[in-house]
């Protein structure tokens, strides 16, 4: 179904407490996902109507937008800290206590040990199964560095992964999240991975130096679970940050 904003006249110009000198302007944005066409279990079909009504708003409010892929694979909350503070209590001290210890981390652990740790810290924070860290080799292309289950196993290097999705967000220099990355457009041209796989969701940060793409970090999943979701891509942006930091003080690149 092609994306199209609806303009919405608001319900009422004001709204009036009796006096005639008091009012408040009133607009109505509506984000709009569709049974069975967008989505076939309530909390997805719930997540990506707010995806659409995000849009909605960060497009000027008073119109309708309906879900669409681009609206699940382009739009990010524009709160830098949505994904470390989420309001529940035990997953706020979880994902600052993430970043703190990997800090603290720095000084104390060997680089390959850091880097392992830095993935161990994606999967836990997205509930992947496997996290995978890939950067740059002397030739430009992106090799296999670190990459790990959810149990803290080393993976091996040659792990099938989406291909398409890393290209994306490597030429692109910006960040993804597949909400379901079996119906995605993609899959035309992945299908090696993505659905021979059977993944699911599909999280992927680009590392940036001096405005060059010189690695990602990814997380994939087979399950539904409603624990990966985009909420956490502010927090796995600031850990791609990390990252970065890292491996330039190491000389990795």
Not at 22 to 42: C, E, I, L, Q
Not at 222 to 248: K, Y
């Amino acid at each position: 179904m092609p994306q199209k904003a609806v303009p919405v006249q608001p319900l009422q110009p004001s709204v009036s407490d009796g006096t005639d000198d008091v009012s408040a302007t009133v607009t109505v944005s509506v984000g709009v996902a569709a049974y069975p066409n967008h989505a076939k279990s309530p909390d997805d079909l719930i997540k990506r109507a707010d995806q659409a009504l995000h849009l909605a708003k960060v497009s000027g409010r008073n119109r309708v937008k309906v879900w669409d892929e681009r609206v699940g694979e382009g739009v990010m909350r524009a709160d830098r800290l949505a994904g470390i503070f989420t309001g529940d209590p035990s997953r706020d001290y979880r994902n600052v206590s993430a970043i703190l210890e990997l800090i603290m981390a720095v000084s104390t652990m060997e680089v390959e040990q850091m880097l392992a740790r830095v993935v161990d810290t994606v999967v836990g924070i997205t509930g992947a199964e496997r996290g995978i860290l890939l950067l740059r080799d002397k030739k430009g292309e992106l090799q296999v560095h670190t990459a790990r289950d959810r149990g803290g196993r080393d993976l091996p290097s040659d792990l099938p992964y989406s291909t398409r999705v890393l290209q994306r967000v490597v030429s692109s220099k910006q960040p993804t999240f597949l909400e379901d990355a079996s119906a995605s457009q993609d899959t035309e041209s992945d299908t090696s991975s993505i659905l021979d796989l059977h993944l699911r969701k599909i999280m992927c940060v680009p590392l940036l130096l001096e405005g060059r793409a010189v690695g990602v970090i990814y997380a994939d999943s087979r399950s539904t679970s409603s624990t990966f979701d985009e909420s956490a891509m502010p927090l796995f942006e600031a850990l791609a940050m990390h990252v970065g930091v890292v491996i330039q003080n190491a000389g990795l690149l």
